[in-house]
């Protein structure tokens, strides 16, 4: 079982619907990461936050609103998607951001469709 | 800049046979990082293997091997007598050291079938 937690596994949302995606760690990680992956693409970074600070944002549309409430927890705000989001969005977490002996820890990812 | 390519995009394998999935990367740092990570169809990235630049010993672990060949700029893998379990897309990535280990920048990835 993997150790970053994400929730909903799944998603369904029309295009005027706001919603949030979730993700929970509890290694001690001080850096969280969003990607967002389509089908048979490789994963692509949206965001970076360390120490509980966004340090990294790789130009994503303000339609995507991360939020990091504390070190353990890591969130993904959406509100007036498009259908062209629809993708798999996972989130990862390490020891801290930088750190050469610390590898990315995903998550299961939630699958989000925008209708 | 940084790139990592893999060319083999879908490969099929019959069970026990051994299957190499190929990854070969291009950066201007010394210093650099490189990783295998499996996401089997539930969908969650699976941490491998991690390498450093300095480190071309190659490891195996056990049906896994890797060989790192700094003088063609690859990171193989190799699975020995390959089983169902291992089908899955296989993405080759690679982090450069002035930036930590992120971004990742990974390879197209190489989704690996094992008919039983």
């Known amino acids: 079982d993997t150790e970053v937690t994400q929730t909903p596994k799944h998603l369904v949302m029309g295009m005027t619907n706001k919603k949030s995606l979730k993700c929970e760690q509890h290694?001690?990680?001080?850096?969280m990461y969003w990607y967002k992956q389509k089908a048979k693409k490789p994963p692509e970074l949206m965001f970076v936050?360390?120490?509980?600070?966004?340090?990294i944002n790789e130009s994503v549309p303000s339609r995507f609103s991360p939020e990091c409430p504390n070190s353990s927890l890591l969130n993904l705000h959406l509100h007036a998607l498009q259908p062209e989001d629809s993708a798999l969005y996972l989130c990862?977490?390490?020891?801290?951001?930088?750190?050469?002996?610390?590898?990315?820890?995903f998550g299961n990812g939630t699958r989000l469709t925008v209708t | 800049a940084q790139k990592v390519t893999q060319a083999q995009t879908e490969i099929s394998v019959v069970e026990k046979e051994d299957v190499t999935l190929d990854c070969v990367y291009e950066?201007?740092?010394?210093?650099?990082?490189l990783f295998w990570y499996k996401q089997p169809p539930s969908g969650e990235l699976v941490f491998l293997i991690r390498?450093?630049?300095?480190?071309?010993q190659n490891e195996i672990s056990g049906r896994y091997s890797w060989n790192f060949q700094k003088s063609t700029s690859s990171f193989n893998f190799t699975i020995t007598a390959s089983q169902v379990v291992d089908s899955a897309v296989y993405f080759c990535?690679?982090?450069?050291?002035?930036?930590?280990?992120?971004?990742?920048?990974f390879g197209k990835g190489t989704r690996l079938s094992v008919i039983a």
């Open positions: 990535a690679l982090s450069e050291a002035h930036t930590g280990n992120t971004p990742l920048v």
């Open positions: 290694m001690g990680h001080r850096a």
């Open positions: 990862a977490s390490s020891l801290i951001q930088g750190d050469d002996n610390s590898p990315l820890h």
């Open positions: 936050y360390s120490y509980e600070k966004l340090s």
């Open positions: 390498r450093n630049s300095f480190d071309e």
């Open positions: 950066t201007r740092d010394t210093t650099y990082y």
